[in-house]
């Protein structure tokens, strides 16, 4: 392994790993642009999907009283996200996946500029079992149909008034689900070969270390600025998948 592909492999690291540990999401977003430069599109996904769950599991950590007090608001996320993922890879076959992802970076991005640059953030208090359910089974659907599972889930969730730990408590454990499948299905078929596993080597070590400062800045957050930092995320993952599509 080059000195360059070290170099590429650990910045993208840093950067996918400070992002989770500050947000409990948007890895694929900050480091999948350093991993594509140095390894295969199927190489790079597969380690960025091993090592979001691997930080992942950290900053499941600080929030884990939050999910012990309201198991059943996370399943109604969890459970169907999960039944989702069969269903995406089946529409894989039938649907034009750059389209969908062209339509679903589209709505990020008018999502993301008229909430994110409003005084007053939206608050959207009563509970909702049925969408919350919804919302996480489109969210498995697109991650296997599209690899972004995590948008329309991150939008949903940024509008609701609830703490950042509570947020965090299902936008995190969400993640890690659908990821963990994600990397199942990819090990199954062989992306896990001797380079792979000598770029996590790399990466792992690195992408701990980034998500530990990115935790320390969360910790520092109040619970607004929190959603809006959501609510930005959410944009530049527009914006991001927009431009990997056209580059």
Known sequence: MSAETIIFLALGAFAGGFINGMAGTGTALFALGFYLVVLDPVRSVAIVAFMSVLVGLQGLWIVRSEIRAQPQRLIRFVIPGLLGVPVGLTLLGLLDAS???????????????????????????????????????????????????????????????????????????????????????????????????????????????????????????????????????????????????FA
């Open 99 to 245: 389209l969908l992802r062209i339509a679903v970076a589209s709505l990020l991005i008018v999502y993301g500029i008229y909430f994110g640059f409003r005084a007053a953030l939206p608050a959207f208090t009563r509970s909702t079992p049925y969408i919350d359910s919804a919302v996480g089974f489109v969210g498995g659907v697109l991650g296997g149909a599209a690899a972004v599972s995590g948008a329309i889930p991150q939008m949903w969730l940024s509008i609701r008034p609830w703490t950042k730990s509570e947020t965090r408590a299902v936008l995190q454990p969400f993640n890690v689900a659908i990821l963990s499948t994600t990397i199942c299905l990819l090990f199954f078929r062989g992306s896990f070969d001797r380079l792979a596993l000598s770029a996590l080597a790399v990466t792992i070590p690195t992408g701990l270390i980034a998500a530990q400062v990115g935790i320390m800045v969360f910790r520092r957050l109040s619970d607004t600025a929190f959603r809006r930092l959501l609510i930005l995320l959410t944009l530049a993952m527009g914006v991001g998948i927009l431009l990997s599509e």
